[in-house]
């Protein structure tokens, strides 16, 4: 069956530095799209990036993702880490005859100052 | 743009009482989705409802019953709360079927079973 697997269920970094969320995943199908969701506390999850191209950069808000089919992964990366950059991230792919979502289980990142 | 509201935000029952959660979407979207949030657990699919007249199982199906009365409403019901129970509940749309992957959030209902 389909999975998504985030390595990581907290993520703690300085202000400043950088940041690096993994996310892999395993499917049977043929993946439609692959999306990191973020969460800030008590608001709706939301979508922070979306992809479908293979070796492809994504970029949004100073994220970063790109999709790579031959290592089943697709991380998050941000250069420059900020305080409001605290929130919960979710790693997802659509794909299958039904176009379902799988979600990874999430990332608690936490900037610190 | 559109939103997403879900009543109520917080919602304190008993073991065994039936509770229900409401979802409204005024973004005209076919599709509509009920997910449980865990702590570590990720978002887990429990219903979701292709179009007006459509009802789907998810993966964590079992416990719930979900309704579909009209297009820009999809409800869930807790068909018997388990003590000490405590998840928060997602509701979400999506334009269409085919477009699962763009959902639409609301901000949740957050259970206590006492």
């Known amino acids: 069956g389909d999975s998504v697997t985030q390595t990581e269920g907290l993520v703690t970094v300085t202000e400043g530095l950088p940041v690096k969320l993994n996310c892999t995943y395993q499917t049977t199908y043929l993946t439609i799209a692959f999306f990191w969701y973020v969460q800030y506390l008590n608001e709706a999850p939301q979508v922070l990036l979306k992809s479908s191209t293979d070796n492809k950069r994504t970029e949004h808000q100073g994220f970063h993702a790109t999709l790579h089919k031959s290592s089943s992964s697709f991380h998050l990366q941000k250069s420059s880490a900020q305080l409001s950059d605290s929130a919960l991230y979710y790693c997802?792919?659509?794909?299958?005859?039904?176009?379902?979502?799988?979600f990874g289980k999430g990332t608690l990142l936490t900037v610190t100052p | 743009g559109g939103i997403i509201t879900q009543t109520p935000k917080f919602l304190i029952g008993q073991e065994g009482q039936k509770l229900t959660l409401k979802c409204q979407q005024n973004?005209?979207?076919?599709?509509m989705y009920w997910y449980r949030q865990d702590s570590g657990k990720g978002l887990r699919l429990i219903y979701y409802?292709?179009?007006?007249?459509?009802?789907q199982k998810g993966d964590l199906s079992e416990g719930y019953d979900a309704s579909r009365e009209k297009k820009s409403s999809f409800s869930l019901t807790v068909t018997s709360a388990q003590k000490n129970e405590m998840a928060v509940f997602l509701c979400?749309?999506?334009?269409?079927?085919?477009?699962?992957?763009?959902?639409?959030f609301g901000e949740g209902s957050k259970l206590t079973v006492l």
């Open positions: 409802s292709i179009t007006e007249n459509d009802l």
């Open positions: 979400a749309s999506s334009l269409d079927w085919t477009n699962t992957g763009q959902l639409y």
């Open positions: 997802a792919h659509s794909g299958g005859s039904n176009y379902k979502l799988t």
């Open positions: 973004f005209n979207h076919d599709t």
